[in-house]
Every structure is written in C-alpha cells, then in structure tokens.
T-cell receptor
Framework: GAVVSQHPSRVICKSGTSVKIECRSLDFQATTMFWYRQFPKQSLMLMATSNEGSKATYEQGVEKDKFLINHASLTLSTLTVTSAHPEDSSFYIC???????????????FGPGTRLTVL | SQQGEEDPQALSIQEGENATMNCSYKTSINNLQWYRQNSGRGLVHLILIRSNEREKHSGRLRVTLDTSKKSSSLLITASRAADTASYFCATPPRLTFGEGTQLTVNP
C-alpha cells in the first residue's frame, strides 16, 4: 500500500528556535498533502492544505507566518514551525493523496506523526 | 467544513464481542471514510463507502451508510484487544475529523 513517512519522529527544541518537519510519499506522487495537529486526547485539527507548486491554503486561525509550508515536489512537503514556543508542543501529522487514483475523493494516507516538544 | 461526528465518545467491550460506532455528517457526500488511530500514531484508512452504496464489508468490518439520515455506522465483529484504538469518520475532499470513538477491547 501507499506509504507516507515523516521525519523526524520526535524533536525537542528550545523556545524561539525553528523546527522543520518533512513529509514524504514514498511510493506514489501527491499533488496535495495535508498537515494536521493533534493535542493530547483530542482530535486531529486540519492546519493547512499543501499543493505542489503553489501556496498552501491555511485553515482559519492558523498563522501562516508561523507555520511555513513548502511543497516543492510531488513527493515532499515540509512544515516549519518558526520561533516555536511551548504552546506549539503537539503531535503533527501529515497526509497525502495519490494523484493517480481518483483525485480528491479517494482515501488519504497518513504519516506516523512527529512529536514536537518545545522547552 | 464536512466534519464527521462520531458516537459514542468511548466504548469498552470484552474480547469477542461486537463493537458498533456511529457517524453523522452534515452535507451531501461523494463517499465516507473510516480511519483508525492507535495511540501516538498516524491514522490508518479502514474502509471507504460511496454515496450509492448502502453496505460494505472488509474482513471483520462492516460499514453501513444511510444518506437520507446522513449517518454511517462501523461494526467490528469478534473484537480483539488489538482493535483498541480511536476510530474516526470523515468525508472528502478535505478530511476533517470529529472527536472520534475511543474503543477499548478488554482481554
């Protein structure tokens, strides 16, 4: 099946630093990738939709200058948390759709998540 | 947004029993998808049911869809301890998730 990887799986950083999280589709091409954030014992909250070669679409309330998304190729999207603070500590999950198998209405494939802890 | 809402929030059963969880949504759909999340992990796609289908099976999973009531149900038969997870429904194109159903299967 389709595999999505994320790197790193865990990261601990100091307050004020920036952290980059990579999301890769390993065996398929994804024109669209999605970034979610999940706080403990809560649901996944969609942060933004990342489109290859164009600007990301952010959900209401998500600061685009704080969460920079780049989708430079059909297999890679990155999320950079700039000037991270303890309240940004969360579980970040990406997902991707296979562009060859039916487009916007097929299933999404999720990465394993990245646990960010900001001290 | 087309957010799915799952019910119940939590379900605890014994191994071997069946587990049923429900999902409601608000607008017309192309299809509805169920996902599972083990604690601290990403989501795994379980099953997709199209709007013109009423029932679908996959192994021990049975999904029904009632578009007139805008609802779906997921039945897990002969549950196992390994089925312990959170279960979510969502509809494309932009999948947004409700609180999910936390299923605990006791050995």
């Amino acid at each position: 099946g389709a595999v999505v990887s994320q790197h790193p799986s865990r990261v601990i950083c100091k307050s004020g630093t920036s952290v980059k999280i990579e999301c890769r589709s390993l065996d398929f091409q994804a024109t669209t990738m999605f970034w979610y954030r999940q706080f403990p014992k809560q649901s996944l909250m969609l942060m933004a939709t990342s489109n290859e070669g164009s600007k990301a679409t952010y959900e209401q309330g998500v600061e685009k200058d704080k969460f920079l998304i780049n989708h430079a190729s059909l297999t890679l999207s990155t999320l950079t948390v700039t000037s991270a603070h303890p309240e940004d500590s969360s579980f970040y999950i990406c997902s991707a759709r296979d562009r060859t198998s039916g487009g916007a209405y097929n299933e999404q494939f999720f990465g394993p998540g990245t646990r960010l802890t900001v001290l | 947004s087309q957010q799915g809402e799952e019910d119940p929030q939590a379900l605890s059963i014994q191994e071997g029993e069946n587990a049923t969880m429900n999902c409601s949504y608000k607008t017309s759909i192309n299809n509805l998808q169920w996902y599972r999340q083990n604690s601290g992990r990403g989501l795994v796609h379980l099953i997709l049911i199209r709007s013109n289908e009423r029932e679908k099976h996959s192994g021990r999973l049975r999904v029904t869809l009632d578009t007139s009531k805008k609802s779906s149900s997921l039945l897990i038969t002969a549950s196992r301890a390994a089925d312990t997870a959170s279960y979510f429904c969502a509809t494309p194109p932009r999948l947004t998730f409700g609180e999910g159903t936390q299923l605990t299967v006791n050995p």
